[in-house]
């Protein structure tokens, strides 16, 4: 719930003016608040960046108030959905159930679900950190189909490290993206589990993002905070190129 439309002009005119958006090595991808993604649509035509969201709704239409489904998000050609963010889960009850049926729901319509999975404080002291992530994993990919697990993007985003300006050490994320590959080459295969994009999300800013995303198993990043920062966003965007 933050930025405006002054804030998204200024954050695509500085993507086009200092980075390379043409270049195979990264996809940009901007997920706005529900009001900003038509003009969001209209300010990018023609310019690599793709556009997704931050919820859906698990129904096609119908008596929900103030919710969106997923044909909206197709009529406004929308690529990806971002679901069980742990502020979501946290403030809006979103479950491992919930992730896994809005997940089946973007997939039945072509849109990439960025499943976002992790563990808090506690959990990572008491040692659970590996479990509960594979659990959530598991439970979020339910009854799916090799195809459709192929289709989706996972983001790792310690609960710990998001906002609060503590990173997951290079070690940490990496580690934990090791873990979560294991398991998507037991669901599917090693070549194609290798192909599923896992992004670390949790204070990825200008300076940590090069080491960051240098990790072998890191292969993108989930950028909160500084993705307000038109200048910070493009040098993270940089360090992939
Ligand atoms: P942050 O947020 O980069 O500000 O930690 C990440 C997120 O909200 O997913």
Redesign the pocket.
Known sequence: MNGSQALLSSMVETLQSKTDLSSSQVNVVICPPFPYIGFLKKITDGVSIDAGSQNVHTEASGAYTGEISVSMLQEWKVQYG?VG???RRAYNGETDELVNQKSKVLLGANITPVI?IGESLEQREEGVHETTVIAQLNAALAGMSEEEIKSCVI?Y?PIW?????K?ASNEQANQMHEVIRTRLVELTDADSAKKISILY?????AKNSGELLGQPEIDG???????LKPDDFSQIVNSCL
């Open positions: 971002i963010h742990s502020e976002c983001a985003e490290a998001i906002g609060t300006g990173t999300g949790g204070s990825v800013n990043a989930l950028v909160g905070g500084a993705s």
